[in-house]
């Protein structure tokens, strides 16, 4: 079966978004959890990763909601990345209730900065959107009505 994931690249604090994100949505890691650049077998030709990067988070898989994947790395700067945070990625979340959709706004926009407040829309929808304390941005759609 296909599935989609969002993959988000970190400068060195994944363990600590991933550790928010798992409190938020009230989930497990998939696998075993977090695993990190020190275990990434030696490879000839390769230069040895610095002892400060070796326990960055090498992956991290977390099922938020409607089995969505969220995956992430820290991007260290000793392999070639370079980690820019924009505006060009959202994860676009469409919970089942209002209820869900209002929790889910304010634990992601605590400590962050609100976009655009939770309101009724001219498509019919509940949306709102923030950008998390970790520079992440969040869509949330919810068809629900207002009762």
Known sequence: ????????????????????YKSVFGTDFIGSGIMRFKDIPPTVG???LPEADKNLV?????PII???????T???????FKV????????SLQPDTRAETQRLFIALSEDGKVEQE??????????????DKFGVHWMFNCAEKNS
């Open 84 to 91: 820019n945070f924009g505006n060009n990625v959202y994860i």
């Open 58 to 62: 090498m992956h991290v898989s977390l």
């Open 46 to 48: 390769t230069p040895p």
């Open 74 to 80: 820290d991007a260290p700067e000793s392999m070639g």
């Open 118 to 131: 939770l309101q009724e829309m001219f498509w019919g929808d509940y949306y709102g959107s923030c950008k």
């Open 66 to 72: 409607g089995g969505h994947i969220l995956m992430g």
């Open 1 to 20: 079966m296909a599935t989609v994931s969002t993959y988000l690249n970190f400068r060195r604090n994944t363990e600590e978004a991933f550790n928010y």
